[in-house]
């Protein structure tokens, strides 16, 4: 990779950035792996870094729950996922990002992910099927979900093809079509039965008219979004051109079976029976002579890396499509290929260049493909990125089991268990039980059925990894108010600046959280400091990850002195751009 990189530059006349120091690779590395800046105690521990030790400090980094965490947010935003997808109401989306964490703590290949998530059958809750969380979050949209599909996983648009022959491509209505209908048979993602069970349920409680009938329905509710969401079958092959089509090549109406718009070539004609199409779909998508898929995922990584990918856009390549060095995105694939697509190995051989170890190139550039990696591209942290870093002076424990509070949707489980094998009349008899046990009836059901305890068991519940907050964040949000997508849209977060996220450094968090937080570690571990010239050591090694420099200390000695001087001077560094930027 660095061979390649450097040849290039030489084509070029360019000349490398310089390496960057122990510390600042110490910090790279902690924000690139596990999204967080590390901890004074963490600095220490790794600092003189030698070569070896470098190879340590990725390797421990990329088996840390902090590298599952950090990656479940970057997979969260590719997959749009939301707590509460299309028309549910219980935060059922829990249910996918248990999936996705699962699968990075397993370390399963991005391919594995992949299948598993576009052949998905079964119910949401089933262990087997909550993969099919992939179809809920898109339910009732099925032309937008193989849209969105093609582009997370082939980095190709179809959208515009889904209303007219594409304006600005080679793809025609009748092929998006064609290509939609592989997931054909996922209709609004509901077991049928359970559907009519909820129906009946339904009836039950307003022919009863019980003075709990209200509660009963909200009940109903939640066992409902607990026991009918799901998939029956492997896919019908076939579907309905739109009413309104208006192209030559097709009716209004007609039924086509399935058809892959991109070698190899794969279709499914309306005779065949039971044809599994998403199964078939999951296997060409992911085949090894289907190129784009390795070529999308290895330029993902490459970017999230070292901050731009060797195609620009990610999501938008076509026939002419080239990428800024060939032969390095030639040998990207060839890598990803032969690693059986497993991203925490991709990364490592990434992180281990030397490319990975210059300093940031602070120049902008006017075209992505104008831009040859002297160094990596500057970047500010990422929403969550700075959301976590913050959370780490609160809680240097941030990644711990007790910090890792249980999702409330996931207590739904045990309502799938128990409910889904009853009978209506079962149901409803069970919900009079429960309401005669308490003089006043509980709404939120978990809380009814002693399964979700009416009090939070960890300190600071809002004070933890971004990747147990809400997705999406409310709008007003410190994550949101630096970029956090609202998973409205594949990677839809940004790096814009913009005034309300200095107010929120400079008068909100930072005040608020930190510095007047007495069970902050960072202040309590300030407040015990009683060495000379420790103050403000520690205050550097907490937040920037390096020691002042002389004159720094010269510059600051005298507010670090006076009363609650290290909280000025905290606030200052937390406020400087060295401390936002990954430099």
């Known amino acids: 990779i660095d061979f390649l990189v450097d040849q290039k530059l030489k084509e070029k006349r360019l000349q490398k950035t310089r390496n960057i120091d122990g510390y600042g690779f110490i910090r790279r590395a902690h924000l690139t792996l596990i999204g967080r800046i590390p901890t004074e105690k963490e600095v220490e521990k790794w600092h003189p ?19 599952t965490e950090h990656h479940l947010n970057w997979l969260s935003d590719l997959f749009r996922v939301k707590d509460r997808p299309q028309g549910t109401n219980i935060d059922i989306g829990h249910v996918y990002r248990k999936y996705l964490r699962n699968s990075l703590e397993q370390n399963k290949s991005y ?21 099919t969380s992939f179809y809920l979050r898109d339910r009732g949209m099925q032309p937008d979900n193989l849209s969105h599909t093609v582009r997370v996983f082939l980095g190709t648009r179809l959208q515009c093809a889904m209303c007219h022959d594409h304006p600005f491509d080679r793809w025609t209505q009748k092929e998006f079509y064609e290509m939609t209908a592989f997931t054909s048979g996922i209709g609004n993602v509901r077991i049928q039965d359970q559907s009519k069970k909820i129906g009946k349920l339904s009836r039950l409680i307003n022919e009863d008219g019980d003075q709990n009938a209200g509660t009963f329905n909200n009940w109903r509710n939640q066992v409902r979004d607990s026991i009918q969401y799901g998939i029956e079958n492997e896919g019908t092959g076939q579907i309905k051109l739109p009413k309104d089509f208006a192209e030559a090549n097709g009716e209004p109406g007609e039924l086509i079976g399935a058809k892959a718009i991109l070698a190899p070539p794969l279709s499914i004609s309306l005779e065949t029976k039971d044809p599994k199409s998403r199964v078939l779909l999951a296997e060409w998508m992911t085949s090894d002579a289907n190129p784009r898929f390795t070529t999308v995922i290895a330029n993902r990584l490459w970017k999230r890396v070292f901050g731009l990918g060797l195609i620009e856009p990610l999501d938008d390549i076509n026939d002419e499509t080239f990428a800024s060095n060939m032969e ?64 780490t002076l609160v809680f240097n424990n941030i990644d711990s089991k007790e910090r890792a509070p249980e999702l409330t949707a996931l207590g739904y489980e045990k309502i ?45 519940r809002d004070l933890v990894r971004s990747s147990y907050l809400r997705y999406p964040e409310r709008g007003g949000h410190l994550m949101r108010q630096f970029g956090s997508s609202d998973k409205e849209q594949i990677e839809n977060s940004n790096l814009e600046a913009n005034t309300p996220q200095v107010l929120s450094l400079l ?68 406020n400087s751009h060295e401390f936002i930027f990954i430099r």
Not at 520 to 532: G, T, W
């Open 49 to 67: 870094l030698s070569p070896n030790k470098k190879e340590e400090l990725i390797d421990s980094l990329l088996k840390s729950k902090g590298y």
């Open 111 to 131: 391919k594995t992910i992949a299948k598993e998530l576009i052949s998905s059958n079964g119910g949401v809750y089933d262990s087997y099927g909550a993969a």
């Open 328 to 391: 390095l995105m030639n040998y990207l694939e060839e890598l990803m290929f032969s690693l059986n697509y497993d991203m925490r190995e991709f990364t490592r051989v990434l992180c281990n260049t030397e490319l990975f170890g210059r300093s940031s190139v602070k120049h902008d550039y006017k075209l992505a493909e104008e831009f040859f990696f002297q160094g990596p591209v500057l970047r500010r942290m990422t929403g969550e990125q700075l959301w976590d870093s913050l959370v």
């Open 416 to 460: 799938y268990q128990k409910y889904k094998s009853l009978t209506a009349e079962e149901i409803y008899k069970e919900f009079k039980r429960i309401a005669s046990l308490n003089e006043k009836v509980e709404r939120n059901f978990l809380i009814a059925n002693g399964i979700l305890p009416n009090k939070n068991k960890i300190p600071q």
């Open 507 to 574: 008068n909100g968090f930072v005040e608020t959280k930190i510095l007047n937080n007495k069970n902050a570690d960072f202040v309590k571990a300030m407040e015990s400091e009683n060495r000379l010239g420790g103050k403000i050591e520690s205050v550097f090694l907490a937040t920037l990850n390096r020691k002042p420099t002389s004159s720094e200390t010269k510059d600051l000695q005298e507010f670090i002195d006076k009363p609650n001087g290290w909280k000025h001077v905290t606030w200052i560094l937390l």
